[in-house]
């Protein structure tokens, strides 16, 4: 089955830049995600990247898909204090019905 | 509207009760899903239903039963739960049919506790 990994924690002071890493196994993923988890809510997805594509800009957030080695990074600039929270990588075949989830990243913004 | 909306945030319920989980969309979603997440942990998919037809059932024991009266709703009937299925119940909607992201656009949890 589908297989997708990420370090399980990530501290960095205000200001300074996050990188969350993700690896995944399923080569037909066609979609690759990125969601953020607050304590006691729901998930809230913050960007997708199409698997034909290497980079994707969003204001504060870049995502760089390196397909060949299956792996994806989340990069958020000028970190804050709200950014603090899990954040979930996932990936979709297409089919939209099925999105398997990454183990999470949490996140710690230290003031 | 961009909500899910579920009820309700916390159950406490025995391992003899009968209860339901509520959930609602009116984003025009044609696919509902049912995860659940424990402590620290990814949401685990339980359920999809696509144009309100059960799709997908990822080997949830009978315990758990889903219900999709109408596009716009989606319930979960519990019964006879043991402890271990205490957890965080999430909902779900993606906009369904293809071409389609598969984004999924969650609500803000079910609280369920077994004692």
């Known amino acids: 089955g589908e297989d997708v990994e990420q370090s399980l924690f990530l501290s960095v002071r205000e200001g300074d830049s996050s990188v969350i890493n993700c690896t995944y196994t399923d080569s037909s993923s066609t979609y690759l995600y990125w969601y953020k988890q607050e304590p006691g809510a729901g998930l809230q997805l913050l960007t997708y990247i199409f698997s034909n594509m290497d980079m994707k800009q969003d204001q504060r957030l870049t995502v760089l898909l390196n397909k060949k080695d299956k792996h994806l990074s989340l990069r958020i600039a000028d970190t804050q204090t709200g950014d603090s929270a899990i954040y979930f990588c996932a990936e979709s075949d297409g089919g939209y019905q099925k999105v398997t989830f990454g183990t999470g990243t949490k996140l710690q913004v230290i003031p | 509207d961009t909500e899910v909306t579920q009820t309700p945030k916390h159950l406490v319920m025995g391992m003899t009760n009968k209860k339901s989980l509520k959930c609602e969309q009116h984003?025009?979603?044609?696919?509902m899903y049912w995860y659940k997440q424990k402590a620290k942990k990814p949401p685990e998919l339980m359920f999809v239903y696509s144009y309100e037809k059960l799709s997908i059932n990822e080997s949830v024991p009978s315990r758990f039963s889903p219900e999709c009266p109408n596009s716009s709703l989606l319930n979960l009937h519990l019964h006879a739960l043991q402890p271990e299925d205490s957890a965080l119940y999430l909902c779900a909607s993606s906009q369904g049919g293809a071409p389609n992201t598969g984004e999924l656009f969650f609500g803000e949890g079910s609280r369920l506790t077994v004692l």
């Open positions: 984003m025009g979603h044609r696919a």
